[in-house]
């Protein structure tokens, strides 16, 4: 069975700081690892995917993640954050060897982005 | 192209009622999945069709139906509705089954029972 963890239910960072939002993932075998973000009243935004390759990922929106296989970690991060980025944050995995698999989320990490 | 449409966006029902939501996937995207969302549970996964097949099927109770159309339409249906159904529906379509194919989320239907 895989998991995810986020374990900051919020994250509180001044506009033009750095971002990061934790991740990490349990999974049997190798990693799909995913980002979503939602604001309010909307569905979820596709932000980036690791597949294989690369542990640097880069996504929309100036946001990047990097996948450090050692400490099962998917971190968000985002060099300069700004207000617009303040959102609820979803990290999500599938386990590659397992196609029929189902999605699974974290609890997601509300970022609040303050001028 | 046109994103994932979900329909109606608000919905307000009486416990016992049934109801039914629709999902309309991206054009050429043949698999869709179904996900409640409350603030206490967070994202809770109902199930995914693929070619008007489910393939996979989340913890939820028999109340809890779904189909897929042949030309990927998505419907889910919850009978006998209780306090506790009160959530975001949130419909994702995706290109295939395949494990990295990302999801594509509707905005959702937003359910109250009372």
């Known amino acids: 069975a895989q998991s995810v963890a986020q374990p900051e239910d919020q994250v509180n960072v001044a506009e033009g700081n750095p971002l990061t939002v934790k991740c990490t993932y349990s999974?049997?075998?190798?990693?799909?690892l995913f980002w979503y973000v939602q604001y309010p009243n909307r569905g979820l935004q596709f932000l980036l995917k690791y597949i294989t390759g690369d542990n640097l990922v880069k996504g929309s929106y100036g946001f990047e993640a990097e996948f450090n296989k050692s400490q099962t970690s998917f971190h968000l991060k985002k060099p300069s954050a700004l207000v617009s980025d303040s959102a609820l944050y979803f990290c999500a995995v599938r386990d590659m060897d397992d196609s029929w698999g189902k999605l699974q989320f974290g609890a997601g990490t509300q970022v609040v982005v303050t001028p | 192209k046109a994103g994932v449409t979900q329909t109606p966006r608000y919905l307000i029902k009486t416990r016992g009622q049934q109801v039914t939501l629709s999902c309309s996937p991206i054009?050429?995207?043949?698999?869709v999945s179904w996900y409640q969302q409350t603030p206490g549970q967070g994202l809770q996964f109902l199930f995914e069709?693929?070619?008007?097949?489910?393939?996979n099927k989340g913890n939820f109770p028999g109340r809890f139906s779904g189909r897929q159309f042949s030309n990927s339409r998505s419907e889910m249906n919850v009978s006998t509705l209780e306090l506790g159904d009160s959530a975001l529906y949130l419909c994702?379509?995706?290109?295939?089954?395949?494990?990295?194919?990302?999801?594509?989320f509707g905005n959702g239907t937003r359910l109250t029972v009372t």
């Open positions: 069709y693929f070619s008007e097949t489910q393939r």
């Open positions: 054009s050429g995207h043949r698999s």
């Open positions: 994702a379509s995706s290109l295939d089954l395949g494990a990295n194919s990302p999801l594509h």
């Open positions: 999974v049997s075998g190798n990693p799909y």
